[in-house]
């Protein structure tokens, strides 16, 4: 199962973009990349999903590398409604061993006025 | 609203008691997992069932068990509870094919204080 490694807090201002990197150096073939947004005491959201190059949706876009060893979630113009924690999550596509899902530390967001 | 559907949302209860967390994936889902969030802390990975058989463990004490019903919701049963329980318990239920390769449901959770 890929480890994944990402900053443990990041800080920011409302109307900036933010870009928060997850490692996954030992990402296998079949993994893909799901990112989550967790605020206090909820269950976390599903933000977006990729296996390479770029994924746009309303809310994020997710930028993957050629190599795949790492991931940037961008998430444009944030406000202070983005204060969260935010998961990357690496997990094998159907057909492989996707039982244990297991979340990372997490970066935690804190958007400023 | 995820679909995820877990009872009770709050629980109160005292040291080495015994509690039934309950957890209905969405509709079709066959595989439901369960964390635990401990104040401040990540999401800790306990158990994952698929239609009914126990896939994986994750770090799960021998106090605990779940099990997976036919009817596909699951119960994550904690006993001779400890301060250290107390906690979130989320369940997440995930689809069962096609294009989605990674999308977990949660629910709102269950937050466990043990007194």
């Known amino acids: 199962l890929a480890k994944t490694t990402q900053p443990i807090s990041m800080d920011s201002y409302e109307g900036q973009e933010v870009n928060i990197t997850c490692s996954h150096n030992n990402i296998a073939t079949n993994d893909y990349i799901t990112w989550y947004q967790q605020f206090p005491s909820q269950g976390p959201r599903f933000i977006i999903q990729?296996?390479?190059t770029k994924v746009t949706n309303e809310v994020a876009s997710l930028f993957i590398p050629a190599d795949r060893k790492s991931s940037t979630l961008s998430l444009p113009r944030v406000s202070l409604s983005d204060t969260a924690v935010y998961y990357c999550?690496?997990?094998?596509?159907?057909?492989?061993?996707?039982?244990?899902?297991?979340f990372g530390t997490g970066t935690l967001l804190a958007v400023q006025p | 609203d995820s679909g995820v559907t877990q009872t009770p949302k709050h629980l109160i209860t005292a040291t080495g008691q015994r509690v039934t967390l309950r957890c209905s994936p969405r509709?079709?889902?066959?595989?439901v997992y369960w964390y635990q969030q401990s104040l401040d802390q990540g999401l800790q990975f306990l158990i994952h069932?698929?239609?009914?058989?126990?896939?994986a463990k994750g770090n799960i004490l021998e106090r605990f068990s779940a099990q997976q019903f036919p009817d596909l919701h699951s119960e994550l049963n904690l006993s001779s509870l400890e301060l250290g329980d107390s906690a979130l318990y989320f369940c997440?239920?995930?689809?069962?094919?096609?294009?989605?390769?990674?999308?977990?449901?949660f629910g709102e959770g269950s937050r466990l204080t043990v007194l």
């Open positions: 069932y698929y239609n009914g058989e126990e896939r």
């Open positions: 509709s079709g889902d066959l595989s």
């Open positions: 999550l690496v997990a094998v596509g159907y057909g492989g061993a996707t039982n244990k899902l297991i």
């Open positions: 997440a239920s995930r689809a069962s094919g096609g294009a989605n390769t990674g999308e977990l449901f």
């Open positions: 990729g296996y390479k």
